[in-house]
């Protein structure tokens, strides 16, 4: 019988990277540009983990789908201008890319699961030389958004991995929905964009303070 590999699938925003202040400009930098006035801070960090789309509809709810789409290409469009200006900070959390390095050194496959498009997700993993460590990138690009499983069962599916051997790893309680729904572990991050509460009435089997907890849980059988 074959045994399936393990696999630590992570989400990107709030969780490897902090690039609160990157998605904030480009919100109110897309909503200037529709002439209506931007979300606060904390209610672009709600809907941070959703594909655009849903972003927007979370943050308009009385707008029609059309105009969800057209706000979503707005704040690509202000997200790839603020990149071309080196308007762009997205710093990885300290001591990310060391364990990255230990877990892929121990046979983990790893993987992102992201409501990032290809190209940002390529861009910020390439920028922090870490890209060539994970096998399966799923991005809002290819996926319904979270907390819809596609991404994690894709992920899987490309690592050779099974529900029992792997885990989600993320800041938002929509991360551990997904993983609820693909039916794998979810821990959450304590330095992202959600609450412990909201992480843990999402279904968190555990939330790391620390880099040193977070690989404690995803290496504990």
Same mark, same amino acid.
């Given at each position: 019988m074959t045994t399936a590999n393990r696999l630590a699938l992570f989400d990107c925003d709030g969780t490897l990277v902090d690039s609160q202040h990157d998605i904030v400009e480009a919100m109110n930098r897309c909503f200037d540009a529709v002439k209506l006035t931007p979300p606060t801070? #904390? =209610? @672009?960090?709600?809907?941070?983990?959703?594909?655009?789309?849903?972003? *927007? &509809?979370?943050?308009?709810?009385?707008?029609?789908?059309?105009?969800?789409?057209?706000?979503?290409?707005?704040?690509?469009?202000?997200?790839?201008?603020?990149?071309?200006?080196?308007?762009?900070?997205?710093?990885?959390?300290?001591?990310?890319?060391?364990?990255?390095?230990?877990?892929?050194?121990?046979?983990?496959?790893?993987?992102?699961?992201?409501?990032?498009?290809d190209r940002g997700l390529q861009l910020?993993?390439?920028?922090?030389?870490?890209?060539?460590?994970?096998?399966? #990138? =799923? @991005?809002?690009?290819?996926?319904?958004?979270?907390?819809?499983?596609? *991404? &994690?069962?894709?992920?899987?599916?490309?690592a050779g991995a099974a529900p029992e051997t792997t885990v989600m790893i993320g800041d938002t309680s929509y991360d551990m929905e997904m993983a609820h729904n693909a039916g794998i572990r979810a821990l959450g991050v304590n330095w992202g964009y959600h609450s412990v509460s909201e992480l843990r009435q999402a279904g968190a089997h555990a939330v790391a303070v620390d880099m040193a907890e977070l690989e404690r849980h995803i290496t504990a059988s």
């Open positions: 801070r #904390l =209610q @672009t960090l709600a809907v941070i983990g959703l594909s655009l789309p849903q972003a *927007m &509809a979370r943050l308009l709810p009385d707008a029609e789908g059309h105009f969800h789409d057209h706000l979503a290409e707005q704040y690509k469009l202000a997200f790839q201008h603020m990149r071309r200006t080196n308007g762009v900070s997205e710093p990885l959390y300290p001591g990310v890319a060391e364990l990255i390095g230990r877990l892929a050194d121990t046979g983990w496959m790893l993987g992102v699961a992201t409501g990032k498009s910020c993993l390439t920028t922090h030389g870490i890209l060539s460590h994970f096998i399966t #990138l =799923q @991005t809002a690009d290819r996926h319904p958004s979270k907390p819809h499983p596609s *991404m &994690a069962l894709q992920a899987m599916a490309d």
